[in-house]
């Protein structure tokens, strides 16, 4: 089965730029999404479709998909950016997530 | 405003059934599909399955298959997860959320919406 790779934690100074990636076969072919899970939240999408941000979701949040890698850049990390990140593709209509990746702002 | 609105906090023993509940409203409910997704303490998001509001039809992930059951009903703009007979491993926060994409090539589609999740405790 299709299987996302995402390190486990990430730390970032405030102000800072963060980037998470997240691995799997050729997945630079599908589409990835990212969410952000704070603590006790439901997951919020913050990219789709690669590099899309829904509307509500800052500037500061950028994605990127080539090769074998998508990776959530987070410019400009703030406080509240501390939380739980996942990423999503489609594998075979399936959907798989990564196995998140905490992101700390210390 | 598109929300998703889920059943309350569950504690059931093994062995006995449950059917929670994810309620559409601010949007055509039968134009969106449903997921849900799995979330025991502490882990990461787990895809359980997909419905078509519209004509019920279903998509398991093959983790899942044949342990859960989705439905929905769609004059109520409700989809459901349902279990037979719960086992302690069943206990997990369980997130519904809206598919928006196209039908004809679900790999294009994102999960836009989520619910505030449904805690299921089964202790052992």
């Known amino acids: 089965s299709y299987e996302l790779t995402q390190p486990p934690s990430v730390s970032v100074s405030p102000g800072q730029s963060a980037s998470i990636a997240c691995s799997g076969d050729?997945?630079?072919?599908?589409?990835a999404s990212w969410f952000q899970q704070r603590p006790g939240q439901s997951p919020v999408l913050v990219i789709y479709q690669d590099n899309k941000r829904p509307s509500g979701i800052p500037e500061r949040f950028s994605g990127s998909n080539s090769g074998n890698t998508a990776t959530l850049t987070i410019s400009g990390t703030q406080a509240m950016d501390e939380a739980d990140y996942y990423c999503q593709a489609w594998d075979s209509s399936t959907v798989v997530f990564g196995g998140g990746t905490k992101l700390t702002v210390l | 405003e598109v929300q998703l609105v889920q059943s309350g906090a569950e504690v059931k023993k093994p062995g006995e059934s449950l059917k929670i509940s994810c309620k559409g409203s601010g949007y055509s409910f039968t134009s969106y599909c449903i997921g849900w997704v799995r979330q025991m303490p502490g882990k990461g998001l787990e895809w359980m399955g997909i419905i078509y509001p519209d004509d019920s039809d279903t998509r398991y992930s093959p983790s899942f298959q044949g342990q859960v059951t989705i439905s929905a009903d769609k004059s109520i703009s409700t989809a459901y997860l349902q279990w037979s007979s719960l086992k302690a491993s069943d206990t997990a926060i369980y997130y519904c959320?809206?598919?928006?994409?196209?039908?004809?090539?679900?790999?294009?589609?994102?999960?836009?919406?989520w619910g505030q999740g449904t805690l299921v405790t089964v202790p052992s």
């Open positions: 959320a809206r598919l928006n994409g196209p039908r004809s090539n679900p790999e294009d589609a994102v999960f836009d919406f």
């Open positions: 050729k997945l630079g072919d599908k589409y």
